[in-house]
C-alpha cells in the first residue's frame, strides 16, 4: 500500500470515528435532511420544556408529564434518530435512507412511546400485561439492540443477547451450576424488561433524560459557540513553549474538554485532529503521540463535573447528593492529569525535544513569571470578590436578588465582549504549519466570556445545591444567549455594518447546534436504555450474588485477590461501550461483589470509593487492545499501529490503574475523613507526589535514567505516600476484637451517629455453610443500646458468653446486610466478636524513611547526571523511543 493509499485510508477511519456518536448518514434530499434535522431539533426543545418551569406555570392548559412518560418520549426520539441517522451496514447508503429504515424508525418509536401513549391503561393492570404489551415490548427490545447495534457498535447488543439469554435459559445444562437459576417465561421478562421502570425505562434512562441530554446540549452549544477551540488555544499558549509543548498543551486542552465531553472518543477526535499532527511536529513517535491523546481523553471521563455523564448516575445508584460526588472525584482525576503532564515531560527529556517558538518579547521570564503570578491572584480575587457580592446580593435583595444577578451577568457579559472585541477571533490553526505561538493573554481575553455559564453552572451546583438538572437548565439558557448575541454584538463594537447578518448567523449557530447536541444523545440515549437490560436481569435473576460467590470462590477470601479480578473482569465487561453503559453494566454486576466479598473478608470502604473502582476500570477498556476505540480513533489520525497506541497508552495509564487500588484501602484520596486544612495539604501533596514517582519508575527515568533498584525504590516510595497505615499495620493492628457481650453496652455509650463494627457468623441460607461478614452498624442519636440497635434492626440476645441474632425486621438496614444468613436453622447466627480501633502511632510515620530514600535517590541521580554531563551528555533515548 502506497503511502497516499494508506494516509487516504487513515484519514477516512478518522472521519469514520469523528461521525461514530452523530451518524454517518446524510441524505441529499433536502426534504428527508429537514425531517432528520428536525426531529433532532424539536427532541432538544422538547429536553429544554421539560428542564423549566414552564409546564408548571402553565398547567392549567398542558398537562405535566411524570418522569416514566419522559423517559417513554426520550427513548422514542433516540431510537426513531438511530435508525434514520446510522446506516444497517458499512455497503448500506449513506445518502439516502431505505423505506426499511423508515419502518424500523417509526415502529421503534412507538414501541418505546407505548408506555407515554398508554400509560393510564397500563397503571391499572400492572403485572397483567395483555397480547398487545407483550408483542410491543418484545419488538421494542430486538428494535432497541438492533438501534444500539447500529449507534454503538456490536459490543452493547451481545451483552444485551448474553443477559436474557440467561434469563430465559438461567436453567439450561450449559449454563454452569454456580450461575444457574430457575428462568423467567417470556410475560414476566417482557414485563420486567419493558412495561414496568426495573429494566429499560429505569434509573439509567431517567438519568440519561433528565441530566445527561441538558449537559450534552450546553457542551454542544460551547462548541458550536467556539469554547472547544478557545480552550485548545488557551492550552497552547500557556504551555506550547515548554520542553515537549504540544503534548502537553494536548493534556490540558483535552482536560477542559472533558469537563463538557460525554465521550473519550468524541475527545480524541476533537481535540486530537490538531495535537496529534504538532507532537509528532515536535519528536513524538506517532504511537506516542496517538498514545498522550489517548490517556489525556479517556481520563476526561473522570473529570468532575460531567464524567462522560457517569456523575448523575452514580447520584441514583450511590444515594449521596451530586455536590457530594464531584468532591469525592475531583482529586484522583487531578492527580491523574497532573502525573500525565510529568509522563509527556519525562517523554520530551528522555528525546531531547524542545517547545514550539514563543513570539519575541522585551520581558525576561521573571518579568512573565511575576506577570503570571500576578494574573493568578488577580482571578484569586476576583472569585472571592464575585462570591461575597453575590452573597451581599441576595442578603439585601432578598426575592428579587434573582433580576439583580441577571442584570449584573449580562453587564459582565458585555464588559468581556467588549474587551474581545479589541482582538481578532481565534481562527483553528493547521497543525502543519504551526511556527510559533500567541501570547497567552492575548488568547484568554478572546473568550473569557465563555466562562460566564460554566460559572454559573458550578455556583448553581455547589452554592445554591439545585439539581443538576436545573443548574444544568439555567447554563444552557445562558449559554443560548450567548449563541445567539455574541457575533452582532462583537460587530456592533468593531463598528462593522453586518450586524443583522451576523444576528442571523448567530441564530443558525443556535439551531445547529441545538441539533448537533441532540445527535450526540442518540448513543447515549440508546445506550442507557439498553444498558437497562443488565439491570433489569440483575434484579429479576439475582445474578449479583451469583457473582459474588463466583468471585469470593476464585479469590479465596483474599481482598486484594477479589480486587485485582473484579478489575479485570470490569475492564472486559466494559470493551466497546460508551462511557454511560459501561458504567451501568460494571456497577450493576461488580460493585455488589466488592461490597459483599470485602465485607466478609473484613473491608468495609464507602459505596462511593466502590463504584468509583470499577468505573476506572470500566474506561480503561477505551485504552486498551484489542477493543480500545480510543486508542483506534488517534491511531487513524496520527497514522500508526492502533495496537502499539494502545499498548502505549495502557502504559501512560498505569498510573490511573493504580490509584483505585490506593482509595478503596485509603479513602482520604477521596476526601473522606478528613481531619482539617494540614490532613488535607498532606494527603493531597504525597498522593501527587506518589502519582509522580509511579510515572516515573514507569518512565525508568527520574532526574536521568534510573536503574532498575531506583526504579523498584520509587514504586515503593510512592506505594508508602498512598498507603502510609500498611506499615503501621503489620506492627499494630488497627482494630481489636472485644467479647461480644459487650455489643449492647458499648452500643449505648457511643456518641451521637456513630457506627459499631461488629462481626457475624451463621450458617448461610443458600448452602447451609458457615460465613462471616462483618458489618457497621449505624446507631443513630444517643439512648439505650438495645433501642439504638433496634433502629437499624439488630435484636441481640445474650446467652451466655454468646450473642445471638434474631431476625431482622423487613425494611431496616440490616435486613438487606443479613438477608443471606438461615436464622431458622440449628446452628444459630450469632455476633462473633465486637471490633474497635486500637492506639496506634501516626500512621505517617513511614513518610520519614520514605522521604529519606526520596532524597538519596535524588542525590545519585544528581551526581550521575553531572557525570554524564561532563563525559558529554547524557545517552538519549531519542532513537528508541
Not at 343 to 349: D, F, N, Q, S, W
Not at 406 to 415: G, K, N, W
Not at 676 to 687: E, N, Y
Request: glycine share 8%; hydrophobic share 55%.
Amino acid at each position: 500500500m502506497s503511502n497516499t493509499e494508506r494516509e487516504g485510508r487513515a484519514g477516512g477511519d478518522a472521519d469514520e470515528f469523528a461521525t461514530s456518536d452523530v451518524g454517518a448518514r446524510a441524505p441529499s434530499s433536502r426534504t428527508v435532511a429537514l425531517v432528520v434535522a428536525g426531529t433532532a431539533l424539536l427532541w432538544s426543545l422538547f429536553q429544554l420544556w421539560v428542564a423549566s418551569p414552564l409546564p408548571f406555570m402553565v398547567s392549567r392548559y398542558v398537562r405535566v408529564l411524570n418522569d416514566t412518560e419522559v423517559r417513554s418520549i426520550h427513548l422514542a426520539f433516540a431510537l426513531f434518530l438511530a435508525f434514520l441517522a446510522f446506516p444497517a451496514f458499512r455497503s448500506s447508503p449513506r445518502r439516502h435512507i431505505p423505506l426499511v429504515d423508515w419502518v424500523l424508525a417509526i415502529t421503534a418509536a412507538f414501541c418505546a412511546g407505548y408506555i407515554f401513549l398508554f400509560y393510564s391503561e397500563l397503571s391499572r393492570r400492572p403485572g397483567l400485561p395483555t397480547t398487545l404489551d407483550l408483542v410491543v415490548a418484545g419488538a421494542g427490545l430486538v428494535l432497541l439492540l438492533e438501534g444500539a447495534r447500529r449507534s454503538l457498535g456490536p459490543a452493547m447488543p451481545i451483552v444485551g443477547v448474553v443477559f436474557l439469554s440467561y434469563v430465559f435459559f438461567g436453567s439450561a445444562a450449559w449454563v454452569p451450576d454456580v450461575l444457574q437459576w430457575g428462568g423467567a417465561s417470556f410475560r414476566r421478562a417482557m414485563s420486567h424488561m419493558w412495561l414496568t421502570t426495573e429494566g429499560v425505562f429505569g434509573v439509567a434512562l431517567g438519568v440519561s433524560a433528565s441530566f445527561v441530554f441538558l449537559f450534552v446540549l450546553f457542551g454542544a452549544l460551547l462548541e458550536r459557540a467556539g469554547a472547544g477551540n478557545y480552550f485548545i488555544q488557551v492550552a497552547f499558549s500557556l504551555l506550547g513553549h515548554f520542553r515537549g509543548g504540544p503534548a502537553k498543551a494536548a493534556v490540558l486542552s483535552s482536560g477542559l474538554t472533558g469537563l463538557i465531553s460525554g465521550s473519550s472518543i468524541a475527545n480524541v477526535v476533537t481535540t486530537g485532529t490538531f495535537t496529534i499532527p504538532l507532537m509528532k511536529r515536535v519528536g513524538y513517535p506517532g504511537e506516542k503521540a496517538g498514545a498522550v491523546e489517548v490517556a489525556a481523553s479517556v481520563n476526561g471521563q473522570i473529570m468532575p463535573p460531567v464524567m462522560g455523564a457517569a456523575a448523575f448516575l452514580m447520584v441514583e445508584y450511590v444515594g449521596i447528593p451530586y455536590v457530594e460526588v464531584l468532591r469525592h472525584a475531583l482529586l484522583p482525576a487531578l492527580i491523574t492529569y497532573i502525573a500525565l503532564i510529568y509522563i509527556v515531560h519525562l517523554e520530551a527529556l528522555k528525546a531531547g525535544m524542545t517547545g514550539i517558538e514563543r513570539p519575541p518579547s522585551e520581558h525576561s521570564k521573571r518579568m512573565r513569571f511575576l506577570r503570571g503570578a500576578i494574573v493568578f491572584l488577580s482571578i484569586l480575587i476576583v472569585a472571592a470578590v464575585t462570591y461575597y457580592l453575590v452573597l451581599g446580593i441576595q442578603s439585601v435583595f432578598g426575592p428579587q436578588s434573582r433580576e439583580v444577578l441577571i442584570a449584573l451577568i449580562l453587564v459582565a457579559y458585555l464588559v468581556l465582549l467588549w474587551d474581545a472585541s479589541k482582538r481578532p477571533d481565534l481562527e483553528m490553526d493547521d497543525p502543519e504549519s504551526v511556527v510559533t505561538l500567541r501570547a497567552p493573554g492575548m488568547v484568554a481575553r478572546t473568550g473569557l466570556y465563555f466562562l460566564l455559564p460554566i460559572i454559573v453552572l458550578v455556583w448553581c451546583l455547589i452554592i445554591e445545591h439545585y439539581s443538576p438538572a436545573t443548574s444544568a437548565f439555567y447554563a444552557t439558557v445562558l449559554m443560548i444567549f450567548i449563541v445567539v448575541t455574541q457575533r452582532p454584538i462583537l460587530a456592533l463594537f468593531r463598528r462593522q455594518r453586518a450586524v443583522t447578518a451576523e444576528m442571523w448567523r448567530g441564530f443558525d449557530d443556535l439551531v445547529q447546534g441545538l441539533i448537533t447536541g441532540a445527535r450526540n444523545m442518540i448513543g447515549i440515549g440508546v445506550a442507557t436504555a439498553a444498558a437497562g437490560i443488565v439491570v433489569g436481569t440483575v434484579t429479576l435473576t439475582g445474578v449479583g450474588q451469583v457473582m459474588a460467590q463466583f468471585v469470593e470462590f476464585l479469590s479465596g477470601g483474599h481482598v486484594l485477590i477479589m480486587l485485582i479480578l473484579v478489575a479485570i473482569i470490569s475492564l472486559i465487561l466494559g470493551m466497546g461501550l460508551p462511557t454511560t453503559a459501561n458504567y451501568i453494566v460494571v456497577s450493576s454486576l461488580m460493585a455488589p461483589v466488592v461490597v459483599e466479598v470485602g465485607a466478609q473478608s473484613g473491608l468495609i470502604v464507602p459505596l462511593i470509593a466502590v463504584h468509583l473502582f470499577v468505573f476506572y476500570f470500566g474506561i480503561m477498556a477505551d485504552v486498551t487492545p484489542p477493543v480500545g476505540l480510543a486508542s483506534f480513533a488517534a491511531a487513524a489520525i496520527s497514522r500508526a499501529d492502533p495496537i502499539r497506541t494502545g499498548v502505549q497508552a495502557f502504559i501512560y495509564e498505569s498510573r490511573t490503574a493504580i490509584l483505585p487500588f490506593m482509595f478503596i484501602f485509603n479513602t482520604k484520596l477521596l476526601l473522606i475523613g478528613i481531619e482539617g486544612p494540614l490532613d488535607l495539604f498532606l494527603t493531597c501533596a504525597t498522593a501527587l507526589t506518589a502519582s509522580l514517582l509511579i510515572a516515573a519508575a514507569a518512565q525508568r527515568w527520574f532526574i536521568t535514567k534510573c536503574r532498575v533498584w531506583e526504579s523498584l525504590a520509587l514504586l515503593l516510595i510512592a506505594f508508602t505516600f498512598f498507603r502510609p497505615g500498611f506499615w503501621i499495620d503489620q506492627i499494630w493492628p488497627p482494630l481489636v476484637n472485644l467479647e461480644p457481650a459487650r455489643v449492647i453496652e458499648d452500643a449505648g455509650e457511643e456518641p451521637a451517629d456513630a457506627r459499631l463494627r461488629v462481626i457475624i457468623t451463621g450458617p448461610d441460607f443458600m448452602t447451609g455453610r458457615q460465613r462471616e461478614l462483618t458489618v457497621m452498624v449505624p446507631l443513630g442519636e444517643e439512648g439505650e443500646g438495645e433501642e439504638r440497635l433496634a433502629r437499624p434492626g439488630l435484636a441481640p440476645v445474650v446467652e451466655g458468653d454468646q450473642v445471638i441474632l434474631e431476625e431482622p425486621m423487613p425494611g431496616t438496614t440490616m435486613f438487606q446486610r443479613l438477608q443471606d444468613f438461615d436464622f431458622y436453622a440449628d446452628e444459630p447466627v450469632r455476633i462473633a466478636a465486637l471490633q474497635v480501633e486500637n492506639d496506634q502511632p501516626p500512621r505517617e510515620l513511614p513518610w520519614i524513611p520514605a522521604l529519606l530514600l526520596l532524597a538519596l535517590i535524588v542525590v545519585l541521580q544528581r551526581r550521575r547526571l553531572a557525570q554524564e554531563k561532563r563525559a558529554g551528555g547524557p545517552t538519549t533515548e531519542a532513537a528508541t523511543a
